[in-house]
Structure formats: structure tokens, C-alpha cells
């Protein structure tokens, strides 16, 4: 999970911070909740890191 939300991050560079917080703490959440812990459980929710940018 930790490298899809790292990757996510480099790819949200165009948003303000504080926007780009506030996606990233609400994907974290939604993947904690889901319990995805693996990149590929990750893709397989919500997409490629670059698809749900």
C-alpha cells in the first residue's frame, strides 16, 4: 500500500498541497478500511497509481 500512495503522491505534484494531503490521507483511509495492503490489491480497487491520478 505504502509504495502505490508513494507513487500516487509523485504523481499529484500539479495539485496544492493541501489538496494533494487531503487525496492521499483519504486513499490511505480507503485502503486501510479495505484492508489492500499489496500494490496489486491496490491497483486492482482503484486502478494504476498514473489511472487514478
Given amino acids: 500500500m505504502e509504495n502505490y ?6 504523481l499529484l505534484n ?4 493541501s489538496d ?3 487525496a ?3 486513499y490511505r483511509e480507503y485502503l486501510m478500511d479495505a ?4 500494490y496489486e490489491a491496490c ?4 486502478g494504476t497509481p498514473k489511472q487514478l491520478s
Wanted: charged share 30%; net charge negative; glycine share 4%.
Fill in 35 to 38: 484492508d489492500l495492503i499489496t
Fill in 5 to 10: 500512495l508513494t507513487e500516487l503522491d509523485q
Fill in 24 to 26: 492521499l490521507n483519504f
Fill in 43 to 46: 491497483v486492482g480497487e482503484l
Fill in 20 to 22: 494533494k494531503e487531503e
Fill in 14 to 17: 500539479q495539485l496544492y498541497h
